[in-house]
Every structure is written in C-alpha cells, then in structure tokens.
C-alpha cells in the first residue's frame, strides 16, 4: 500500500508553484537539488509547474524555495483555492518567492516564456495554464507569420531575386530571437548552473542554423547576388525560422491541452456555494461561504447548493449528490441525517448545523486528494526521469560526434551540419516529460468527476496486479439497513387477519419504537398499508414492544417477549421461526389479542447494483472474496444473491480477523483490494495492497484506504479499478511511443536522413500527441 501520502508528526508537506520548467530535464534537477536537503523529499509535476515537498519540521519554507532558486527556476508556496471556506493553511505565505527573503510583497517574476506574471489573483492557475498560452501566442503568431515567406524564398527558385539571402536574414531575425526567446533564456539559465534541458538542444540548433547562414553572407556578401540560385548556397534561415515555429505551436497547443486536463480539478474545487443563509439571533443574515462557522445553522431553499458538511436539524428533501458521488439518484433526507457541502437540496427547505467548515469539508479533502494525486509520481514515471537527466548531456554528444564523422568522412560541411542541427532537434524530449504526468492528470481529474479518489500514482500500480478483492458486506455489499423481506401468518391467528393487516397493526406499534428493527417495520407499514395512532404503548430494550391498536392488544418482539405477556407459542410456531432465522432473516414474532398471528422477516437488503459489480470483478479477472462479522448463514445468503460462491466467504470475522484474513491471502501469493466503509475495517483497509474506501462510510475507513469512492454503489469499486487500468495504459502507451519516438529519430537524423524542418514538426507532433492520447480519458465512463 502506497503511505507516502502520510505524514509522521516530524515532517510537514509543502506546496510549491514551480515557473521555468519546460521538460523532463528540468524536473531532475529541482528534484535533485531538493533531494540534497537532508530529509527532503519531492515530487516536482511537468505539466501543473507544481512540486510536492515532504520536509523535516527543522527545514524552513525559505530554504526549499531558495534549493529550487538554485537550480535556476523561480518557486513560490501554493496556496491551493478551496471552496467552500477560505484560504488554504498556505495561504499567509503565498507571497514569498524564491530569492526575496521571503518578503511578503514579492515583485513581479517571469514565466517560461519570459514574460512578467502577474502576482495576484489565481496564481497557481495563472502560471500552469492561461499565462504560458496567451505569453506563447503572439510569439507563434509572429514567427508564423514572418516563416512562411522566408521558407517560400529559400525553397522556391522561381521566387528568386537578387541578394534574397539577406532579406531571408532579416525576416527570420525576430523569429529566432523575440519568437525563440522562451528557448534561449531557459538554456541560459540552465548553463548558469552548468546544467542542459530540452531547450538547450533547441537553443543551439535554432542558433546554429541562423549564425551559420550570416556567417556565410558575411564570408561571402554575392552570395545570393544571382536571383535563379534558389536554395543552392545552403543557408538555413528557413530551418531556424521554420522549426521555431513547430515547437512554438507545438508548446501552445500543450499549454492549452493541459488547461483542459486539468479543468476537472478546477471545477471540483469551484463547486461550493459562493454564500450562505445563516439564522442569526432569529434573522436570516447572508454571509460569505469562507465565514462560515461550526455550529451555525443554515437555510437552504428548493434548488440551493448546501454550502457546507452539516447535519439537517429541521426540514425533508431530497438532496442531489451527483457532483461528489456520481450518483444519479437524489437521496432523501430529513432531521438527523448527514449533509455534504456542495450538493444540492432539490425539494423541501432544509435547516443545517454546520459540523465541518473551510478545509475540513468533504470537498476541501477531495480536492486536496486529488491535487495531492497529481503532483506524486508512479514508480514508471522514475524510469522517464532517470534517462531524462542525462538524456541531454547524451545528445548533445551525439550532435557533435554526427558533425565530425559525417565531416571527416564526406568533407561536405553543409551536410554535417544539417545532419547535427537534425539530432539537437529531433531529441528534445517533450514527450517524455509529459507522458506521465498528463496521463495521470487527467485520469485523477476525470475520476473526480465521476466521485472516484485516487490518492496518489502508486494506487495505478497497484490495480494493475491486484487479482483479489475482499468485500465488506454490511455497507458495501448490502445497504447496511433493514427492512422487511417477507410477512408469514401463523395457524393460530385470528380468523380473518391478512399479511397487509398484520404489517398495519405491528407497523403501528413499532412506529413508537426507536430501535432499528422498530423503524424498519414501521416504514414497511407507512409505504404499504399505512399506520394507525397507538395507546398504552410500553417496550422493554431487546426485548419487544407492545400497545394497543384500534382497540386490539398487539405484542411484538422475541419469544421471551411474548411468554413474558402470556401468550404461548405452539412448535409450529417455533418452526417457522426457526426456519426464517436459518434463512438468515431477523425474525419478530407478532401476537394479536394475545393468540400469536405471525412472523415479519427483516433482512439486511443487497444493493441493487452489488451482483452486477461482482460480475464486473470477475470480468476484470479480480476473485472476489464476502468478509463479514455477520453470522454464517447471513453471509452465505448474501452471497448466494450476488454470485460469490460459498467456499469464498467468511463470515463470523471481528476486526482483527479482518486483518488476519487480508494477511492470509497475501501470503499465499494473492495481491489482495479490500473494499469497506466502517471503522472495523481501517486497519483491513491499511493491510490491503489497495484499500478501497466507500464514501458512505467513516472519515477513518477513507484515510486508511487508497482509494476513495464517494458514493455507496459497488459498481463505483469497480469503475475505480477500470479506470485506474485505463490511466496507467494510457501512461504505459505514452512513454512507449516517446521512447520509439527518440530511439528512432535519432539514428535517423544522424545518418543525415532528416530534415531538421521536419525534424522540428515531428518533435511537436510528438508531444502533442501525447497529449492528445491522454485527454482520451476525459471520455472515460461516457
């Protein structure tokens, strides 16, 4: 089980927004550099510019951000927006940036694409989406715009005059410098610290081709004095201008293509209501959701969003929880019944205590998991960032060995050149960088909006392996709520007694009752026949009930029970109560007038979609496994209606046997998923090689698990798993054609067959690709 996500009471975890980022390379070193700060650990993510850092409380906020400074980029403490409820624990720090001393009004900082961001507002938004896109925009329109003629000039001869070489010159200028400058100043920042990425090989080729050319010109000024030589005295002012403008469009397009992977997590976390109707000394007053406070009491009207965790004190509705469980059906509730910020009162008014507020709302957590998911790393992507580290350093020789062997051996200077600018700018491994991390953005980002947590990159892992899933039964399998299965008249009832009067008169009765088993008879009752007002209503606790009903004596509850009110009981009696309780049922008995009339079986009801779920395991190739404290012939019942055979269940397990079990299969070489929603089942739960969580459940179940469904539905299990498979495929599928991509582009361009145009389209199509492969599972579930 993946625990990364927790924290011992000596180290915290901080939040950086990282600017300057542009590949893999890139997030090597800030992991590298962070890595030497003893006890420092970090996940640093390509496509959020977001790191995750676990640090020694010894470790202050201003060393992290100085260590990242130091690696040349520039990081400031996130401060995650949440809603409903005010800023995050981060957010009296946000201000300090990298290299100011953590002074609170930092001045402006520049984004990868050197322009000035602006401080305020979103930032984290701002410097992962919107400002990269638009800062990339004018600079793609401009070397567009200024490419097409200088590729027209030098390509077509027809398109000829005299000195063209020069006019080539001065419209590729503003392209390889201003267009390219989101390139350029990145290298340059790496080579300060005598370090390379991805834009160091674009940097050196876009130079190289542009200088080279001048050079010539220079060396030789009638160079292009003869307007019919076309594309003979090899300048490569077309390349630079050209391939600029590739990886331009091909950033732009990533930049925005991450915006849309990560639009999931935004609108989880703008889901909240913005205000709230709060009773304030016998006043309804609106206040700002963020100032809300536990213990408040809330009005919310038909169609209102319930703006925070509470608990109904007043009012009947049915409350919409689709947005955070992803389930369709709205859910009835009435005093007493939990509440979930965000999801929305459909009917009756509802007044709420609020019990959680700010971050400690359900949404608060799920968008912490969520963002917490994104920013970690799967063990796969440490695979990408070990080659990525010395990939560059790699190529970079590579290049200039091309150069001197294709010069020694073929003594034609333009095509050893071709041949290296070819190598820096095939092997720019975009690509690679964003593999996984988009893949695993947007797989979170969709289970989010299907109400599926995946806590952290390893949970994908693990799915992959996992042959076994152990079930919980009461709350994950079944409702975990009684209710009447079957009504039985006994040979001694009064003559003319039907099953629809005998649930009227022990309906009525139990209505005055509180235990479960009283509740449960009494809504059967009000849904069917209806209840009738009940006097001299007397109950003795586990026992029974009694009281009387339109002028008959009704008495209900166990054999002891009634004995005690002298009513007797034949064999036959006793038989059929034998047999219900042998069937798995809860049994009351139910005397009328003091002549015993019948027996009402409750059972506790299987969810409708349980079997179908349990079919979807094993589709899945998952063996799936009934573990309950419930009594044998409970457990195989159950079973018996989803399709579980009876060799795999075991029933009669305490808490600690849960454990035990779990720890059986394990060691007989099973990779086991437990999926449960009580407190007894945390430590099960933690055992697990993947702990699966039933939103419905306990705080404690969710934390101890892996991975979280927050709905009630089986089939969500399920779904969690096939979507969990789909993201690490997905992942899987991208670094295979990003490695394919550099293996073989490579070799290719070394031997001096490839163009570095085509060479500089290819390496965009590759990233965006990417990409584009990854947004596939927004689709997920549709």
């Keep these: ?7 011992n009471s000596n180290t915290r975890a901080v939040e950086l927004d990282i600017q300057g980022m542009t590949c893999a390379s890139c997030v090597a070193r800030v992991e590298r550099k962070l890595g030497k700060i003893e006890g420092v650990e970090a996940s640093v993510n390509l496509p959020l510019e977001s790191a995750r850092v676990t640090v020694p409380e010894t470790v202050t906020d201003q060393q992290i951000l100085d260590a990242v400074n130091a690696a040349g980029y520039t990081a400031r403490l996130k401060a995650l927006p949440v809603r409903p409820g005010g800023a995050s624990a981060a957010h009296q720090h946000a201000h300090t940036t990298a290299g100011q001393g953590g002074s609170e009004a930092a001045p402006d900082v520049h984004d990868a694409a ?11 938004d701002h410097m992962a989406h919107g400002g990269t896109a638009a800062s990339l925009r004018p600079r793609l329109i401009l070397a567009a715009v200024l490419s097409v003629p200088v ?22 200028l503003p392209v390889v410098t201003w267009s390219a400058w989101p390139f350029h100043r990145a290298a340059a920042i790496n080579a300060r610290h005598l370090a390379s990425t991805m834009d160091t090989l674009v940097s050196i080729g876009v130079a190289a081709s542009f200088l080279f050319s ?15 030589m076309g594309s003979e005295p090899h300048l490569y002012f077309e390349v630079a201008a050209v391939v600029v403008t590739f990886l331009l469009l091909g950033r732009y397009l990533e930049a925005n293509a991450k915006t849309k992977a990560s639009d999931a997590l935004k609108a989880l976390l703008n889901l909240g209501a913005r205000d709230a109707a709060v009773l304030r000394n016998g006043e309804e007053i609106r206040v700002p959701a963020d100032q809300l406070a536990v213990g408040d009491v809330i009005v919310v009207r038909p169609g209102e969003k319930i703006p925070t965790d509470g608990v109904v004190v007043e009012g009947r509705s049915a409350v919409d929880a689709s947005l955070i469980t992803g389930e369709s059906v709205p859910v009835e509730v009435d005093a007493d019944s939990q509440v979930t910020g965000a999801t929305i009162n459909t009917s009756g008014r509802l007044l709420v205590r609020a019990t959680r507020v700010g971050s400690e709302t359900t949404l608060a957590q799920m968008g912490r998991l969520v963002s917490e998911a994104q920013s970690g790393k799967a063990p796969i992507a440490r695979l990408a960032d070990r080659i990525s580290a010395v990939f560059v350093p790699v190529v970079l020789g590579i290049a200039v060995l091309t150069f001197v ?15 290296a600018v070819a190598v820096l700018v095939i092997a720019c491994p975009c690509a690679l960088g964003l593999a996984t991390p988009v893949g695993l953005l947007t797989g979170t980002g969709r289970g989010a909006q299907l109400g599926i947590l995946i806590k952290g990159p390893q949970v994908l892992e693990d799915t992959r392996t996992v042959d076994t899933i152990v079930l919980d039964k009461t709350g994950t399998v079944t409702t975990g709520a009684l209710s009447v299965a079957r009504l039985s008249l006994l040979d001694t009832a009064p003559e003319g007694l039907t099953d629809a009067g005998l649930l009227r008169l022990a309906g009525s009765v139990e209505a005055a009752g509180e235990h479960p088993i009283a509740r449960a008879i009494a809504a059967a009752a009000s849904s069917g026949p209806g209840t ?7 109950s003795a606790p586990g026992g029974g009930v009694r009281g009387s009903v339109d002028g008959r004596r009704i008495v209900a509850g166990r054999p002891a029970w009634l004995d005690e009110n002298g009513i007797d009981l034949d064999d036959a009696a006793y038989a059929a109560l034998r047999g219900e309780q042998e069937a798995g049922s809860t049994a009351v008995l139910v005397a009328v007038d003091g002549r015993a009339a019948g027996i009402i079986s409750l059972q506790d009801t299987v969810k409708d979609g349980s079997a179908a779920a349990i ?14 404290g419930d009594n044998a012939v409970v457990a195989a019942h159950v079973a018996e209606q989803v399709g579980i055979p009876a060799e795999d269940v075991l029933a009669d397990v305490r808490p600690q046997g849960k454990v035990d079990a779990v720890r059986r299969f394990q060691e007989q070489g099973r990779t086991v998923a437990m999926a449960g929603d009580g407190v007894n089942d ?22 101890a698990a892996d991975l979280t469904v927050m709905g009630s539905d089986l089939g969500q299990v399920a779904t969690a798993i096939e979507l969990s498979r789909r993201t690490l495929r997905t992942i899987r599928t991208n670094l295979f054609w990003a490695f394919f991509y550099n293996a073989v582009g490579i070799p290719v361009a070394a031997f001096g067959l490839l163009n570095p145009m085509i060479a500089g389209a290819a390496m965009a199509a590759s990233s965006v690709l990417v990409v584009a492969n990854s947004l596939r599972l927004r689709s997920f579930g549709k």
Excluded: C, K, Y
């Design 1 to 7: 089980m993946d625990t990364q996500h927790l924290l």
């Design 405 to 419: 062997l294709w010069l020694v051996f073929t003594g034609d200077l333009q095509a050893a050149f071709t041949a």
């Design 532 to 538: 009738t007002p009940v006097t001299d209503f007397d």
């Design 615 to 628: 079919a979807r395991f094993r589709s899945l190739g998952l063996r799936p496994v009934l573990l309950t």
């Design 682 to 703: 945390a430590a099960a739960l933690a055992q697990a090689d993947l702990g699966i969580a039933m939103g419905s459940g306990t705080d404690v179940a969710m934390e």
């Design 114 to 124: 050197g322009n000035t961001a602006d401080n305020s507002g979103d930032h984290a």
């Design 214 to 228: 001048v050079g010539e010109l220079i060396a030789n000024p009638g160079l292009t004095a003869d307007p019919g």
């Design 151 to 172: 590729l027209l000039i030098s390509m077509v001869p027809a398109l000829g005059f005299p000195h063209w070489g020069w006019v080539t010159a001065l419209l590729a």
